[in-house]
């Protein structure tokens, strides 16, 4: 995945004019591209757990029965 690249460019000119309409929208723009990048981060995470957990399931249930008895 591409990563999400903050741009404090538009933020810091707002700042410098004081425009404080700017800053705030300038502000949520910012603050939405960092919830993106946390989410993306995340849900990437969580597909790598799920990944994992499907590669586990098959040898812990050969294992299973392996040990048991046979009757």
């Excluded at 903050?6 to 000119?13: F, K, Q």
């Excluded at 700042?15 to 700017?22: F, K, L, N, T």
Aim: aromatic share 2%; net charge positive; hydrophobic share 40%.
């Amino acid at each position: 995945m591409e990563r999400i690249k903050l741009d404090y460019e538009p933020l810091r000119a707002a700042v410098a004019r004081g425009d404080s309409a700017h800053i705030e929208a300038e502000a949520r723009k910012l603050r939405n591209q960092q919830i993106a990048g946390l989410l993306v981060h995340a849900a990437t995470g969580v597909v790598s757990i799920i990944i994992t957990i499907g590669r586990g399931v098959p040898g812990c249930r050969k294992r299973r029965y392996e040990v048991a008895p046979q009757d």
